[in-house]
C-alpha cells in the first residue's frame, strides 16, 4: 500500500491436505534412488468451501476493486461506442480482442506465437505448432462467451474441450477429468517432493460443483468473484492439461455472465502477463489462506487491459477509416466493402476463407481482394500463382505493436 505497510489480509479458508500412498507406476523408467525417493506418503491438497464465503474487504481495497471495475465497463462502453453497435467491424473487432487475449493466456503457459501465425491458422496456413496450440485457447474463449449465461459444471466441461480438441496428442483428455494425481514441481516419478500437489482426482467433482454455486451468487463484487473463482479453479486444477487457460476463459465467462462487459472480451491476461511473478504468487497466497493478492492481481491486471485494450481498439478503428478512405469512389455495392470489416478480425485471408465466411462465390472473392490489392489495403504475400494469401499489414502492425508494449512492461 502507498503507506508502506502490509496490504491486509482477505481471508479465506486455507486449504487443507490429506494423506495418500504413492509408489511409481513405472517403476522401471527411473533410477532406484528415483524410485526409493518418490516411494511413500505425500500430502495432497483439499480445497475448502468457496459457496458461503463471507469476506472482510477493507475500504482502501474496496475502492481499488470499485475503481479497476469502473475501468473495465468504460472499456467496454468505449469499445461500443468508437465503432457503433450496429457497425459491422464489431463482431470483427471483437473476435480479435477474444484472440489477443488468448495469445496472452497461452503466453502465460510459455506458448507464444504471432499474430499472423494466429492469424495464418486460422486460414489452416502455416505451420507453426503453438498457432494452433493457442488456437485452441480461442476456441476455449469462443465457447466460454457462448456458454456465460449459464456456467454450470458441463459449460466448464465444454470449454476445456474446445481447448484441448486442438493440442495434438492430449485430444483424448479433452472436456474430461482427470483421473489421476497431478502435482506441480520437481519429481517426475511421483508426487513426494512436489511444490503442490493437486487434489486427488476423486474429490474434483465436489470442488467442481461448490464452484459452480460460488459462481452462481450474486452478492459479492464481480471482480473479486472473478479472481477467487480463477484462483480455486486453478488450486482444484481438474484436467490433465490445460487448466491455467481453461481458468482464464472461465474468468471471461463470469464477466460476460454478470453482466460487467457485453461487446468484447477483456484483455486481462496480458495484465497478468505483465508481472507473472505476482500472479502465481497470488495463487499461493490465496491456498495459504488469503485472497487479498490475487484480488489485488486481478484489479492490477483489469487496470492494465483497461487501458491498453482501448489504445488497441482506437488504432484498429484508425486503421478501419485509413482503409475505408482508399476506398473511396468505389461503388457503394462493391464487394469490397463486405469484406473490409472482416479484415480487422481476420487480417489474413484466402479466398477460400472469404466464400466460407462471408458466402462469396470464388470469382466474387477474387474480384474483391484485386479491388483491396488495388486500392492499397491488402497485399499478397504469396507471391505464387495458387494458394495465395492477402494481408492487411497496418492491422499486423498495430496487433505486434500491442504485443510488444505488454513485452516492455513485464516484469517477470
Do not use: C
Not at 23 to 40: D, H, I, K, N, W
Not at 69 to 86: I, K, P, S
Not at 354 to 379: F, K, T, W
Request: glycine fraction near 8%; avoid cysteine.
Amino acid at each position: 500500500m502507498s503507506n508502506g505497510t502490509a496490504s491486509p489480509r482477505i481471508a479465506v479458508e486455507a486449504v487443507s491436505h490429506e494423506t495418500l500412498d504413492w509408489s511409481p507406476r513405472a517403476p522401471e523408467m527411473y533410477s532406484r534412488a528415483e524410485v526409493l525417493r518418490q516411494t511413500g506418503t505425500y500430502e495432497a491438497t483439499i480445497t475448502a468451501s468457496l459457496a458461503g464465503w463471507d469476506p472482510r474487504i477493507s475500504g482502501e481495497d474496496a475502492a481499488d476493486i470499485e475503481d479497476a471495475t469502473r475501468q473495465l465497463v468504460l472499456f467496454d462502453e468505449h469499445a461500443q461506442r468508437t465503432l457503433g453497435t450496429e457497425n459491422a467491424a464489431l463482431g470483427p473487432m471483437s473476435a480479435i480482442l477474444l484472440r489477443t487475449e488468448s495469445a496472452s493466456s497461452s503466453q502465460i503457459e510459455q506458448l507464444t506465437t504471432s499474430a499472423k501465425q494466429l492469424a495464418l491458422a486460422e486460414i489452416d496456413e502455416g505451420d507453426k505448432q503453438n498457432a494452433l496450440t493457442v488456437i485452441g485457447n480461442v476456441r476455449a474463449m469462443e465457447a466460454a462467451l457462448q456458454l456465460s449465461d449459464d456456467i454450470t459444471e458441463d459449460a466448464i466441461l465444454q470449454m476445456h474441450r474446445a481447448l484441448l480438441l486442438h493440442q495434438p496428442g492430449l485430444e483424448h483428455e479433452a472436456g474430461r477429468y482427470r483421473e489421476q494425481q497431478v502435482w506441480i514441481g520437481s519429481g517426475n516419478a511421483g508426487p513426494l517432493l512436489a511444490q503442490f500437489v493437486a487434489p486427488h482426482h476423486a474429490r474434483i467433482h465436489g470442488a467442481i460443483s461448490d464452484l459452480v454455486d460460488f459462481i452462481a451468487r450474486q452478492d459479492l463484487s464481480v471482480l473479486v468473484q472473478v479472481a477467487v473463482a480463477h484462483a480455486q479453479f486453478e488450486t482444484i486444477h481438474p484436467f490433465v492439461d490445460g487448466n491455467g487457460r481453461t481458468g482464464r476463459a472461465l474468468a471471461q465467462s463470469i464477466l460476460r455472465n454478470k453482466g460487467l462487459v457485453g461487446s468484447a472480451a477483456v484483455p486481462i491476461s496480458a495484465g497478468l502477463l505483465v508481472n507473472t511473478n505476482r500472479y502465481f504468487a497470488a495463487l499461493g497466497a490465496f491456498r495459504d489462506g488469503d485472497a487479498g493478492p490475487i484480488i489485488r492481481s486481478f484489479a492490477a491486471a483489469s487496470r492494465i487491459a483497461a487501458a491498453s485494450g482501448t489504445k488497441l481498439v482506437d488504432d484498429l478503428a484508425a486503421q478501419l477509416d485509413e482503409s475505408r478512405a482508399k476506398l473511396t469512389g468505389l461503388r457503394a455495392d462493391a464487394t469490397a466493402w463486405k469484406v473490409l470489416p472482416t479484415l480487422v478480425g481476420q487480417p489474413a485471408v484466402n479466398s477460400r476463407y472469404l466464400q466460407q465466411v462471408l458466402g462469396l462465390g470464388d470469382m466474387a472473392a477474387l474480384r474483391a481482394l484485386d479491388a483491396l490489392v488495388d486500392r492499397g489495403v491488402l497485399s499478397e504475400s504469396t507471391g505464387k500463382a495458387r494458394s495465395r494469401i492477402w494481408q492487411h499489414r497496418g492491422i499486423f502492425e498495430v496487433l505486434d505493436a500491442y504485443a510488444e508494449s505488454i513485452r516492455r512492461m513485464s516484469t517477470r
